[in-house]
């Protein structure tokens, strides 16, 4: 058994322990890298698990569009889309994907406020308003009924995330992170041991070698080189740069 054997079988252990001890458990699923080898792999375990996924009117049209394929690929049924939004991507359309679209009347405030008092994008002016308003919110929401949730949070991938444990209890909910040990080698040998599309992205290469490596809004994610830390090329130029969204800091329930 090789190092990434043991880890799977690690990580599955967790799984069927978190399953049997909390039904009503859900996977987030960004449709990064790390989110699909995660829902892969729970999946694997108990085909029945919900999975949901919070996206953005700022997502690439590619994540949308790769979004469909995983969902087809992986069956992900029963499966939610939650989104502040004023109507279904088209690429959602005839799919039957179920998309909870949510009020928009927050978002537009701040929007329109960032406009006047700043002349800068919400995403740039004021980065933690943005994703608390289109990502912590919805995914509070995603998770009101739960006791549980499983993610694809690893801790080499940036600053933020070394102290993070495998199963953590956060207010009233028990958070599970399988992968947690994995490295970003581990994780594109897993992809490709089981044949898991990856998002375009990943495969998209500068001519100076820069590279996309985590994945968030379009306006928030940029190609980094292989010597950075993953998250480095998230929020860059902003207060936010290489740090979190809120999901993974904040209470949620």
């Known amino acids: 058994m090789d190092e990434l054997d043991k880890k799977i079988e690690d990580a599955k252990l967790i799984i069927e322990k978190v399953i049997k001890d909390y039904p009503k458990i859900a996977i987030a699923c960004s449709f990064g890298k790390d989110s699909i080898v995660v829902t892969h792999l729970v999946r694997s375990i108990n085909k029945t698990i919900p999975v949901f996924s919070i996206m953005t009117i700022f997502k690439p049209k590619d994540t949308y569009k790769y979004l469909v394929k995983m969902y087809k690929f992986l069956s992900l049924e029963p499966f939610t889309v939650y989104m502040v939004a004023d109507k279904i991507p088209n690429e959602f359309l005839s799919t039957g994907i179920t998309v909870k679209l949510l009020p928009t009347e927050q978002f537009n405030k701040a929007v329109e406020d960032s406009a006047k008092n700043s002349k800068e994008p919400i995403y740039v002016s004021n980065p933690d308003l943005c994703c608390s308003l289109l990502k912590v919110e919805p995914t509070k929401l995603a998770?009101?009924?739960?006791?549980?949730?499983?993610?694809?949070?690893?801790?080499?991938?940036?600053?933020t995330r070394i102290h993070d444990q495998k199963i953590e209890k956060k207010g009233n909910l028990i958070k599970v992170n399988p992968i947690l040990e994995f490295t970003e080698s581990d994780v594109l040998n897993y992809v490709k041991r089981f044949n898991l599309p990856l998002h375009p992205w990943y495969s998209k290469v500068l001519p100076d070698g820069r590279r996309y490596r985590s994945l968030g809004c379009e306006p928030c994610t940029c190609p980094i080189f292989d010597y950075q830390l993953e998250r480095e090329g998230r929020w860059v130029k902003t207060s936010k740069c290489g740090g979190e969204c809120g999901i993974h800091t904040q209470i949620l329930k």
């Open 143 to 159: 998770l009101r009924d739960l006791d549980a949730w499983v993610c694809g949070l690893r801790n080499t991938e940036g600053r």
